[in-house]
């Protein structure tokens, strides 16, 4: 039998295929906010009108607008985006774009409710990862300004209550938790995502891949768990390419939205990530390489680096993908070709001369030490960054 807790997040609802600013319009009366301050990408702001009709929708619940926040959440801008909302008075958050403006929009709830007006005041707050796998997580008090999130992109942060920010002088992503974090409320609307990059659209989407797979293979998994990462795998690996297929089926970006839903309830129930999360933190933070790129380049390799001690885990996700009796990490190799995405290490930018402080940081990174197969060493993971170079 198994035996554990699902300890459900802090979201109140999850709202699929309403339009965008009637929605927010919806929640922000719900919730009674009279001072909404917009956190927005700065292509949702600049390239469409979705923006300007929340902005009309709001009407005098309209408080500010933050444009742009770039790749990594860079702290700084944070920081920044948090003292115009301070200065508004603002009663909420809504961030609207893909999960770097996400992540900001959690550690903006952190510097209001502690009054954090520089990068120097969130070190406190920071959590703590050793190179043994030690953690130290501060307590604290949790934000009374919250946060709704419309994300425009497949990363999944809007579902977990752990923001990840990046450090622009130390170039190392620095995460910070608290319940509470996580938004109350995500609107899911798949028209704005039209307007999306579809590299970007696509590779957040291996991303959602990584989340099921590095679940299903967790040897914390569930029953719950695994039901939630079989279904997104199948319905990614479905509708991924009919979306490249077809830029404007709505049908299958909702599907590709509720899959990374799905992708992420294991977390929920304790399960852990594993080395292409944990790579993949610090090829963001300190290579600057996409989230989504991340994954498309290290899954595969992380997937053969593991295969010796959880196969038959790793069975489950190749059946998923619709390629039984085939290694997973060929299958997810497969459909990242198929989607026209980078593969090697190379075509993001990253040369071996890095690897040593990638191994190096990459040991600071929690999920490196729940990987299924034990990594204590930073040699070893430079043997993986070399199988993927």
């Known amino acids: 039998m198994w035996r554990g ?5 802090a979201i109140e609802r999850v709202q699929s ?17 009279r001072r909404v301050f917009l956190v927005v990408s700065r292509t949702m702001n600049r390239d469409t009108d979705h923006v300007a009709r929340m902005r009309e929708a709001l009407g005098a619940r309209f408080a500010g607008l ?6 990594h959440t860079p702290i700084d801008v944070v920081v920044t985006a948090a003292n115009a909302a301070r200065d508004a008075a603002a009663d909420l958050i809504v961030t609207f774009g893909g999960g770097s403006v996400t992540d900001a929009g959690k550690v903006m709830q952190l510097c209001l409710r502690h009054g954090i007006a520089t990068m120097d005041g969130l070190e406190p707050f920071r959590m703590v990862t050793n190179p043994d796998g030690t953690r130290h997580i501060p307590d604290y008090d949790g934000p009374v300004v919250r946060q709704v999130a419309i994300p425009t992109t497949l990363s999944g942060g809007e579902y977990n209550s752990q923001a990840g920010s990046t450090h622009p002088v130390k170039k190392v992503k620095q995460s910070f938790r608290h319940p509470l974090h996580v938004p109350r409320v995500t609107i899911l609307d798949p028209v704005p995502t039209v307007g999306t990059p579809m590299w970007v659209w696509l590779a957040s989407g291996i991303r959602a891949v990584d989340h099921a797979t590095e679940g299903l293979c967790s040897p914390l998994n569930n029953p719950v768990s695994d039901a939630s990462a079989l279904q997104a795998l199948r319905l990614l690996t479905r509708a991924l390419p009919r979306v490249k297929a077809d830029p404007g089926d709505l049908a299958a970006r ?3 939205q509720l899959a ?9 129930g304790g399960v852990q990530m594993g080395a292409s999360h944990a790579i993949g933190h610090v090829l963001g933070g300190t290579a600057g390489v996409p989230h989504g790129y991340t994954s498309c380049v290290m899954l595969p390799h992380v997937l ?8 038959e885990r790793q069975a489950l996700v190749a059946e998923a993908l619709g390629r039984p009796g085939v290694p997973a990490a060929e299958a997810v190799a497969e459909l ?13 930018g990253v040369a071996a001369d890095q690897f040593p402080l990638l191994a190096a940081n990459t040991m600071r990174d929690p999920w490196l030490h729940t990987n299924p197969r034990r990594i204590t060493r930073p040699e070893e993971v430079v043997a993986i960054l070399e199988a993927a170079a």
Not at 260 to 268: A, D, E, I
Request: proline share 8%.
């Open 5 to 9: 807790t699902i300890a459900l997040p």
């Open 260 to 268: 990374v839903w799905l992708s992420v309830v294991g977390r929920w």
């Open 254 to 256: 909702q599907d590709c």
């Open 66 to 71: 933050h444009e742009g926040i770039p790749p």
């Open 304 to 311: 053969r680096y593991n295969a010796a001690v959880n196969g």
């Open 336 to 348: 990242v070709a198929a989607l026209g995405l980078p593969s090697r290490l190379s075509q993001v």
């Open 17 to 33: 295929g309403v339009p965008a600013a009637e929605a927010l319009l919806a929640e922000a009366e719900r919730l009674d906010a």
